[in-house]
């Protein structure tokens, strides 16, 4: 193994921190799938009639659809009658505030660094936290209140504001979009919703955090963010799950919705147990994100840092419906070990005159395989659409893969589009320059590693351009943000 | 809907001449037999995501029996032939000989056509090569349109080279088809020797208003040190269909340059794959211009099994009317192939609301010491050039026509030797551009 | 005290070819020696194995510097003691700024040496000051390093680093190779601005015009992996008239 090999090895080979299991009392549905179940998760959450309704044609949909198996992954068949469809700490039944909230989770997610207490003091993050299948807390919920801005569960969204839910639920992912998407349309549990009104730009950061704990469960959260005219939000996520050798299942959905003039800035952390140096364990990460830009002069941005689950499948996508909106995409995505990534992006363009940029980082280590799959389609409405793709994969060590699959489909003569990709590894001589010059090898590889990805960190909001950087394991130079 | 269609060619197979090897007669079995399985390739395979050969199910193209109509073939020939060249001329998919030229050729050099060869080889020893040539697999995406040509072929062109034979001339090839619903099923072996070096110019053509089907695979074996330029001139007539494959395997420090121009036909498919060994090498440079309703459809694939090899692709896309292109890449680099040097780019002018351009190039890479790049740009002309040549006084259409041809004749300047009398065949289409 | 560096009896190998057949060379504070050769003549291996890259085998020889084995040390280990190397082709490193990777080498030769690190804003004026000097424009501090630089900009920025970093033994590879005389002139103008009696200079090259700006002390002439003849400036003249083909022959017939 060459000395870059050996040095990112070092580096990459850290242990997965966030890997504990939290020992609680859970509320959890035995394993199966059929209608009782998704008729026991219903009333579980006291929906109304409609939800039922929508959850059933959605998983009668589901049983007529075959596992998708286009993209560069391999993985054993997943049985979906072996997974338990619910679980929940018993304790959570709508907690007031904090107090109300079951110590040991929030012991939880002070392990995983998200204070919660802590939290709602600093002005800076209004958080909800979801555990296994339920939201256990949100924080600032008054605050956000004050300016208008719904910020809660999807439990409560359902229930509270169930014209808000009806209106938009399954309106950019229909319930039968995809395979995953039908299933998570079936059983979603809970998951965030957002709503900022018109003209309001939401005073602070809303931020999930998601945890999967009970073994033998899967996690099909479901995020619905919709920005009337005018309104803007920045809204985090980030996922952990505990170290098992079993495969979990986690199927999220998650729709954005901008009206005239709104933005939604969407950023992800994706940190969910990537399984052991031997490929054993991990979470299958199967995830629909996409973002409607419905009104005119609308923008939807996507931002992810991917290091986690053994399997990723996930194309956040922006349909770019209203005229001269804007859809983006920054994502670095790393695999090391035996994971495997297909990810990529999505890039409607209907409406006239709209933009799209995609920038994508992969790096790929170990045995890994690292593909990047990204559509850009530019109809013959979207007169003068603009498109710049830049891809750049980045190898380390001679047994991985990077890949990449861009599919473009152009039906209007004046658009314009650009695609550039490019592939290298840590060469020597780079780092024999930067030794020359004094640097020690693990700093020399972090340096080039953090110049690579730079382009898609200083889209992060700050507080996770720190958490990004403490996942690669990397020292991030000054002045991230 | 396919698998009924598709059974009227397999029901109008018939055993071939008793003269053909016995090991000949299980490959068209085996093939058949596949072909009946699956039929012609469907849009839900990713490798035929955008070509839909459905209007080829939906009519039976049957093949010609009797003598071939050399009448009509000659004027076709002459509007494309290369001067000073030796050639084979097959006319809907039969050989004819008093139209081929192949005086003077050097010793080491076999140029027959398949079918002759196939009738003698028991006698002359050509057995042993023919059915190794026939037999090795065309490795990479296996599909319908193989299994049809396999099961279904009447002739095709053999082109030997002895080591160390460099060829002076070219060699044309000629693809002619003349009967309307009839079809062609061609399988051209090419092997060149060590160190041997030749070019090949396969030349499709027919008459604009006859609608007809081609199918032609060309099997290519390059060995240690040797170079091939192919060029394929595909300029069917407006109704046509159409579908080349070429695969070529080339040896260490090999050569295989790929030159295409696609300027007919109404649906068609070019297919070109080639696997590098150490240090080979392969240009591919191909042009595409489409008009009215035609479709065109260019798949590449590079596969770098070994070191050092280097790859270069460079299409250019020209789409009018209610055209519609397609360009599909994928370079593939195993895990043994380091210090590969590959880079594939793929440029389209757009000059129609109705034109369509899908394009599609990707980078498979399993080695990590290596230098890749692909780029894509779909656009339209540049309006300051249009308006600059209108400020010197040319009109608007001429500029925009000089324009297109200029895009269309950077990648006609790589085509090596043959590039002058190519570059004729281009600005055919662009009277105004000289 | 009065010998900074001692090569004796150097042999090296790259990929199990003899390159170095025994070098022998001293070199005292203050001295600039120059190192003349035709292609292959093994100079670009000297550089290299006195800077430690990997994938060249030091057979035979020892390499004293300051006192110390240079040999058993890494690389960056040998920049943090103060030798330096330009290089004859300077490496990009996209995505990391010039700026950035200076401050971390120079904090990083400053911490070895037990000293604090400097504040952002004093090396902001000292970089400043350097880039004047060798005529770079400042945006090229917050460019990747040599990312889209020509081939001049290129080797000013190998002397922009050496000036910041001061080190004791400077190694040129070549770094006169590929220039107009303008930058020539910038080089050799960066060289002289940074002579002094604590400093020396190893000046490896093809060309003897360098040597028309920077005056040696001290001229080799390195063929067939030893260095053959030894002499004054005038002997570049020398050989500026006969070419090296009458050492090679001498070289060769030895």
Redesign the interface.
């Known amino acids: 193994m060459s000395a870059t090999a050996e040095t990112l090895d070092r580096l990459i080979k850290q242990d997965y921190k966030p890997g504990f299991v939290t020992e609680l009392e859970t509320d959890t549905l035995p394993p199966g799938l059929n209608e009782d179940v998704i008729r026991a998760i219903s009333k579980k959450k006291n929906e109304p009639e409609f939800m039922l309704e929508w959850r059933l044609s959605a998983y009668r949909h589901w049983l007529t659809m075959m596992e998708p198996h286009w993209a560069f992954v391999e993985y054993a068949p997943v049985d979906y009658q072996a997974i338990s469809y619910y679980s929940a700490p018993k304790t959570t039944d709508h907690p007031k505030s904090l107090d109300e909230v079951d110590p040991k989770l929030l012991e939880t997610y002070n392990k995983l660094g998200i204070p919660l207490y802590e939290q709602e003091k600093l002005a800076g993050v209004a958080v909800d936290a979801v555990f296994d299948s339920v939201s256990v807390a949100t924080t600032f919920k008054d605050k956000l209140a004050q300016a208008g801005v719904i910020f809660c569960s999807m439990s409560e969204a359902i229930e509270k504001h169930p014209d808000l839910v009806r209106q938009y639920l399954g309106s950019v992912v229909p319930a039968g979009d995809n395979f995953f998407a039908a299933l998570n349309s079936a059983v979603f549990s809970d998951g965030s919703f957002v709503y900022i009104p018109k003209g309001v730009r939401c005073p602070m950061e809303l931020s999930t955090y998601f945890r999967i704990n009970a073994a033998k469960t899967g996690q099909f959260e479901r995020t619905l963010i919709v920005a009337d005219e005018g309104s803007y939000v920045s809204y985090l996520e980030g996922c952990t799950a505990p170290m098992r050798d079993e495969n979990q299942l986690h199927a999220a959905v998650v729709e954005l919705v901008a009206l005239e003039g709104a933005q939604i800035k969407y950023s992800t952390v994706q940190n969910w147990y990537p399984g052991d140096e031997e490929g054993r364990g991990g979470i299958y990460n199967f995830v629909t994100k996409r973002g409607d830009c419905r009104g005119a002069r609308s923008k939807i941005s996507w931002t992810q840092v991917e290091t986690g689950s053994a399997i990723t499948w996930k194309y956040p996508s922006c349909i770019l419906r209203g005229d001269d909106s804007v859809g983006e995409f920054y994502s670095v995505a790393v695999t090391n070990h035996r994971q495997q990534a297909d990810t990529g992006t999505k890039m409607i363009h209907i409406g006239k005159n709209t933009k799209s940029t995609i920038i994508s980082k992969g790096i790929s280590a170990g045995r890994a395989q690292n593909s990047y799959r990204g559509l850009v389609k530019i109809l013959k409405s979207a007169e003068n659409a603009r498109n710049y793709t830049q891809c750049d994969s980045l190898l380390i060590g001679d047994r991985c893969g990077a890949h990449t699959f861009p599919y473009i489909e152009v039906k209007q003569p004046s658009a314009q589009v650009e695609h550039e990709a490019t592939t290298s590894k840590i060469s020597e001589d780079q780092l024999f320059f930067c030794q020359q010059r004094g640097l020690s090898a693990e700093d020399a590889v972090s340096m080039i590693v953090n110049g690579f990805c730079k382009q898609v960190f200083k889209e992060l909001p700050m507080e996770f351009a720190v958490e990004a950087q403490a996942l690669l394991g990397i020292s991030l130079e000054g002045s991230v943000g | 809907m396919s698998a009924l269609s598709h059974s009227l060619y397999v029901d109008s197979y018939r055993e071939p001449a008793t003269n053909e090897p016995a090991w000949l007669s299980r490959l068209r079995r085996q093939a058949l037999a596949r072909f009946e399985a699956s039929g012609f390739p469907s849009p839900r395979d990713e490798e035929w995501r955008y070509t839909h050969v459905a209007p080829i199910e939906r009519k039976l193209f049957t093949a010609a029996t009797g003598s071939a109509d050399t009448d009509a073939a000659e004027a076709l020939i002459e509007s494309c032939r290369i001067a000073d060249a030796w050639s084979l001329v097959f006319v809907d998919g039969m050989f004819v000989p008093e139209l081929s030229e192949r005086h003077g050729l050097p010793a080491g050099v076999t140029l027959e056509s398949l079918a002759s060869l196939l009738a003698l080889s028991e006698a002359d020893g050509n057995a042993a090569w023919l059915e190794s040539g026939l037999e090795r697999e065309t490795e990479s995406d296996r599909h319908g349109f193989l299994d049809f040509n396999t099961a279904f072929f009447t002739d095709g062109a053999v082109l030997r080279l002895e080591e160390g034979v460099a060829l002076e001339k070219p060699v044309q090839l000629f693809f002619v088809s003349t009967r309307n619903d009839g079809r062609a099923t061609l399988r051209n072996l090419i092997r060149i020797g060590r160190n041997a070096e030749a070019r090949v110019v396969e030349t499709h053509v027919g008459p604009p208003e006859t609608g007809y089907l081609g199918t032609v695979v060309n099997q290519i074996e390059v060995a240690d040190n040797g170079g091939l330029n192919h060029y394929k001139l595909q300029l069917d007539g407006g109704r046509a269909y159409h579908f080349g494959g070429s695969y070529a395997r080339v040896a260490r420090d090999g050569r295989f340059g790929h030159h295409l121009l696609s300027l007919g036909g109404l649906l068609v498919r070019n297919e070109v794959h080639a696997r590098l060994g150490h240090a080979a090498q392969t240009e591919m440079n191909g042009v595409f211009l489409s008009e009215n309703r035609q479709h065109v459809d260019n798949h590449i694939r590079v596969d770098h099994d070994e070191p050092h090899g280097s790859s270069r692709v460079s299409y250019r896309g020209i789409l009018e009317d209610r055209s519609r292109g397609v360009f599909q890449g994928r370079i593939v680099v195993h895990a043994d192939a380091q210090k590969t040097d590959a880079e594939m780019n793929n440029r389209n002018l757009l000059l129609s609301d109705d034109a369509e351009i899908d394009t599609k190039p990707q980078l498979e890479i399993h080695a990590d010491d290596v230098k890749c790049a692909h780029g894509v740009t779909i656009g339209q002309l540049d309006p300051d050039s249009v308006f600059y040549l209108e400020s010197r006084g040319i009109d608007a259409a001429t500029a925009r026509e000089m324009l297109t041809f200029a895009f269309a004749a950077e990648i006609v300047e790589r085509f090596g030797p043959l590039r002058e009398r190519l570059r004729g065949l281009l600005l055919a289409r662009f009277p105004n551009a000289q | 005290m009065n010998t900074l560096l001692r090569i004796e009896n150097l042999h090296a190998r790259v990929d199990g070819k003899a390159i170095l057949k025994g070098i022998d060379l001293t070199v005292k504070p203050g001295e600039v020696h120059a190192i003349m050769g035709p292609n292959g003549s093994g100079k670009s291996t000297l550089s290299n194995v006195l800077?430690?890259?990997?994938?060249y085998e030091v057979t035979e020889g020892t390499v004293t510097y300051r006192g110390q084995n240079l040999l058993d040390q890494?690389?960056?280990q040998?920049?943090?003691e103060g030798v330096?190397?330009a290089?004859q082709?300077?490496?990009?490193?996209?995505?990391?700024s010039n700026i950035?990777?200076l401050k971390?080498?120079y904090n990083?030769?400053r911490r070895?040496r037990g000293l604090n690190e400097v504040d952002?804003l004093d090396f902001l004026k000292l970089v400043k000051e350097k880039t004047r000097m060798v005529d770079l424009d400042e945006q090229f501090l917050y460019r990747?390093v040599n990312e889209g630089f020509s081939g001049g900009e290129k080797k000013r920025n190998e002397i922009l680093?050496m000036a910041i970093?001061e080190p004791t033994l400077c190694i040129l590879d070549e770094t006169d190779s590929g220039l107009d005389i303008d930058a020539l002139k910038v080089v050799a103008n960066g060289v002289n601005a940074l002579r002094s009696p604590e400093r020396a200079f190893i000046l490896v090259t093809h060309y003897q015009r360098l040597l028309d700006y920077i005056k040696p002390d001290h001229v080799h002439v390195l063929a067939h992996g030893r260095i053959v003849r030894s002499g004054d400036a005038s002997l570049a003249h020398e050989l500026e008239r006969k070419g090296y083909g009458w050492i090679e022959a001498a070289a060769a017939g030895a």
């Open positions: 800077a430690g890259r990997s994938g890494p690389p960056e040998r920049a943090r330096f190397l290089f082709y300077p490496v990009e490193i996209p995505g990391v950035y990777l971390a080498a990083a030769i070895h952002a990747g680093q970093l």
